[in-house]
């Protein structure tokens, strides 16, 4: 079974930075694609990041590009979200997916293809 556990949220004033990490159990982390997504109050789940088994290809929502940054130490069984310039439409819940087939980065922005999910931790960024 795979489990991953996210943290690093926390309330942020608009500007700031946080760190979000996903820790993954099991011995194939290095063999998934990770995913991060966010869901705000009465909103629709959305894609925020994605990266490939190896680190060397990743893919962001045009929302966060230029301000956030996905990256994986796979030694760690881990992956982060850099988020810098947080902006209060910034606030969610950020959520952390593992996908052990290696679909294209396009298709990664699906939450559909992902079947292993975090339980999420909150950001909020006040104005």
């Known amino acids: 079974q795979v489990q991953l556990v996210e943290s690093g949220g926390g309330l942020v004033q608009a500007g700031g930075s946080l760190r979000l990490s996903c820790a993954v159990s099991?011995?194939?982390?290095?063999?998934?694609?990770m995913g991060w997504f966010r869901q705000a109050p009465g909103k629709e789940r959305e894609f925020v990041a994605t990266?490939?088994?190896?680190?060397?290809?990743?893919y962001y929502a045009d929302a966060v590009k230029g301000r956030f940054t996905i990256s994986r130490d796979n030694a760690k069984n881990t992956v982060y979200l850099q988020m810098n310039s947080l902006k209060p439409e910034d606030t969610a819940v950020y959520y952390c997916?593992?996908?052990?087939?290696?679909?294209?980065?396009?298709?990664?922005?699906?939450?559909?293809?992902?079947?292993?999910w975090g339980q999420g931790t909150q950001v909020t960024v006040s104005s």
């Open positions: 997916a593992a996908d052990p087939i290696k679909h294209t980065l396009v298709i990664l922005t699906t939450a559909a293809v992902y079947p292993y």
């Open positions: 099991g011995r194939t982390f290095s063999s998934y694609a």
């Open positions: 990266i490939n088994w190896s680190g060397g290809a990743t």
